[in-house]
């Protein structure tokens, strides 16, 4: 997510309570936020976010439910955005499930409209390296799958062709440049056929 100017960033407020909700509010405009909306209550709180698309989600609760929990594991894994919690009380199988729940900030008894700026920023530079940890690991997942599809396809090819280990790798380079094609495409295709032969 890249870090637009604070009067830009939209924010969303998830607050029952008019008094905490108006602390949150009050923080956010001092510190250059002025796109805030408030949501009241949590029903149908996936769909309600979705419609405004914020920046950073920011949820004040006293003392978070298992269902609330779950609600933020859908909108964390639906919205893909910062999520800052605020609660009063909590217990570590609470702030397990929350970070569980992709909450990037969690909160204790800190609803203090000056310190509102740093849990912001803290939250957001959570929520960045989490999703470039994401990034790369999605990356090498990928990278390694590819590799097995590859290194399957070169034996195939070494066992029907008759080729060495550097011939078969080299066959599937020029084909897949020659088809424009990554050459874990080609490699998967030569699979298929091997399979339809059998």
Avoid: W
Avoid at 132 to 161: F, H
């Amino acid at each position: 997510m890249s870090a637009p100017t604070a009067s830009a960033l939209q924010i969303v407020i998830v607050d029952d309570s008019p008094i905490r909700a108006a602390i949150l509010e009050e923080g956010l405009r001092e510190a250059g936020y002025t796109h805030v909306v408030r949501i009241e209550g949590t029903g149908n709180l996936l769909a309600r976010i979705s419609v405004i698309d914020p920046e950073v989600i920011l949820i004040d609760l006293e003392n978070p439910s298992r269902d609330v929990l779950e609600q933020m594991f859908q909108v964390s894994r639906v919205v893909k955005r910062p999520i800052a919690m605020f609660v009063d009380q909590s217990d570590s199988a609470s702030i397990q499930a929350s970070v569980d729940a992709g909450v990037s900030a969690y909160i204790v008894d800190g609803l203090k409209k000056e310190r509102i700026k740093s849990i912001l920023d803290l939250c957001i530079s959570r929520f960045n390296a989490f999703s470039r940890l994401q990034t790369e690991l999605e990356q090498a997942k990928n990278a390694l799958e590819d590799r097995k599809v590859i290194d399957r396809a070169k034996g195939i090819l070494m066992t029907r062709k008759n080729m060495s280990e550097a011939e078969a790798y080299d066959l599937l380079r020029r084909t897949a440049m020659n088809e424009n094609k990554k050459i874990a495409e080609i490699a998967q295709s030569v699979i298929t056929a091997s399979e339809m032969f059998k």
